[in-house]
C-alpha cells in the first residue's frame, strides 16, 4: 500500500471511529497508549517542552516558586512562560529587552497580550474614514522578567506577576490565542514531504490535526 493510500486509510478509519491517529497507531503497533488523565492543553504543553516547573503543575505556581529561578537561555524562559501562559489561558508577548555593546541580551520581559491600553492618538482621529478595532488591551500586569548573571552565566527571574485585569480563556479555546498558534518543525516538514508525494496541503493538515487529536493540539 502507498503513502496516500496509508494516510487515506488512517484518517477514515479515525473519522469512522471517532479516534485519533495516535489511538490507531496503539492498536496497530502495541505503542503506549496516552494518559487519559492529562488535559488536551496540558498535551500541548508536553509537546512543547514542558507542563510543569520543578515538579509543580503550572495551574498551582505561586511567585515564591519562580522568582529567583535560573534558566540556561533566553529561549528557555521564553519556552517556560509560553507553556505557563497556555495552560492558564492567556497570551505571551514581548515587551522589553536590553542588549549590551556585545550585542548580547541582558534582561527580557514578557507581557500578558492585553497589558498595557492603546495609545489615545490611535482612537482620536478627527477624519477617521474606518471603524477603529475594538480595544483588546485591558492594562494587565502580568510578566516575567529575566536578567542575565555574569557571575552563573545564567538568566535570573526578577519578576513574576501573576493576576490579571480580565477573564482568563478556557482550554478548549486557548489554541485560538495569537501566541499559541504555532506548528513545530517536525509536523512542518512531515507536511512539505507529503505534498512533495503528491498529497494536497488539505489532506496533510488533516492528517496531523488527527495524529495530534484535534485543532487544540496541532498548533493551528
Known sequence: MGMIEQVDSLMD?????????????????????????????????????????????????????????????????????????????FGVRKHRVTVSVFGHRT??????????????KWLNFDNRVRTAKKETRENCNAALCVHFSSTTGAYNVTEFSIPHSHGLVPPQQVHFIRSHREVNEADLEQVMAMRRASIPTSRAYSYIINKMGGYQLGGL
Open 13 to 89: 478509519r479515525a473519522m469512522n471511529d471517532r479516534a485519533s491517529i495516535d489511538d490507531l497507531l496503539v492498536n496497530d503497533e502495541g505503542l503506549m497508549p496516552m494518559d487519559a488523565e492529562c488535559t488536551r492543553t496540558e498535551v500541548n504543553c508536553e509537546n512543547r517542552g514542558r507542563s510543569d516547573f520543578k515538579g509543580k503543575r503550572f495551574q498551582d505556581l505561586t511567585v515564591d516558586d519562580v522568582l529567583g529561578s535560573e534558566f540556561a537561555t533566553i529561549e528557555e524562559a521564553e519556552n517556560f512562560y509560553t507553556s505557563y501562559a497556555m495552560v492558564t489561558g
Open 107 to 120: 534582561r527580557q520581559r514578557w507581557v500578558c497580550s492585553k497589558e498595557g491600553m492603546r495609545e489615545a
